[in-house]
């Protein structure tokens, strides 16, 4: 069956950098492109970066682009998200979804917090 | 960016009624659209895509419809496990992949 793992999330300071990685399992990652999603404390859904099914294009929100990159690994079968930069606004659930034939997030991840905080 | 409004907010309703979500584009989004659920404490899941198609291992009590700019989220007959946060989703426009704010379905 289809598997996300989030890690990698924790407490980190202002500024500083955190690298979560999803560990995907039960189906072929490289025929997939994936995404990162977001959730601060008690508020909705926010898309944050997608990368290609063969890693070949990366594309992403305004708010992280050029402090986020999102990579994919696939002779591993993970999925990255490297932080840097991080602010107190950037405190929130991760969560990694796969891009299903529908084009639209079929399966997702339980999620990491981050929480960024001095 | 295309913007998502969904309404209403809250819905209170009980077991056994029938629940309509609306879910409004800022522009005409085709019927690229998808609705989630999501629990307290679990990850968004997938109900419905290209606004009107289940994903696998919903049940009929769920239907969506629409397109261009207005779309509803149905369901049934509530069950008690129903209850929950919904978010509708669009993939027209894209970067980025807009959500809605969500509507939160409560117990009456």
Not at chain 1, 6 to 19: A, I, K
Request: hydrophobic share 35%.
């Amino acid at each position: 069956q289809v598997q996300l793992v989030e890690s990698g999330g924790g407490v980190v300071q202002p500024g500083r950098s955190l690298r979560l990685s999803c560990a995907a399992s039960g189906f072929t990652f490289s025929n997939y492109a994936m995404h990162w999603v977001r959730q601060a404390p008690g508020k909705g859904l926010e898309w944050l970066a997608v990368v290609w099914f063969d890693g070949s294009y990366q594309y992403y929100e305004d708010s992280v682009q050029g402090r986020f990159t999102i990579s994919k690994d696939i002779s591993n079968n993970t999925l990255s998200l490297q932080m840097d930069s991080l602010r107190v606004e950037d405190t929130a659930i991760y969560y990694c979804a796969r891009q299903g034939g529908g084009a639209f997030f079929d399966f997702w991840g339980k999620g990491a917090l981050v929480t960024v905080s001095s | 960016e295309i913007v998502l409004t969904q309404s209403p907010a809250t819905l209170s309703l009980s077991p056994g009624e029938r629940a309509t979500l609306s879910c409004r584009a800022s522009q005409s989004i085709s019927s690229y659209l998808a609705w989630y659920q999501q629990k307290p404490g679990q990850a968004p899941r997938l109900l419905i895509y290209d606004a009107s198609n289940r994903a696998t291992g919903i049940p009929a009590r769920f239907s969506g419809s629409g397109s261009e700019t207005d779309f509803t989220l149905t369901i049934s007959s509530l069950e008690p496990e129903d209850f929950a946060v919904y978010y509708c989703q669009q993939r027209s426009n894209w970067p980025p992949y807009t959500f809605g704010q969500g509507t939160k379905l409560e117990i009456k």
